[in-house]
């Protein structure tokens, strides 16, 4: 089968990251590639799944905690400074 070159733009770390990690498998970028490809023909589909990130519960409530804040800053103290906010926890401590 007849080869054809193919560009592809990479973050300059990306590329670095990933020649390191397959190097390790003993393969290169070129056979990396050439794998994902072939698999992703022979499954007519991306051969690994594709998702949003989800945020868990203790993340998810504290967007809401966060948008609260947004929308009713009276209801919470605020600092003239970062000085004035450390100075008051540590005090607590």
Known sequence: MAKVSTNISLDAELKRSAQELFADFGI????????FLKQAVREQR???????????AETRAALDEYKEMKKHPENYKHYSSFKEAMDEVLDDA
């Open 46 to 56: 991306i051969p690994f799944e594709i998702r949003r990130d989800v945020p868990n």
């Open 28 to 35: 290169d970028l070129t056979t990396a590639v050439t794998l």
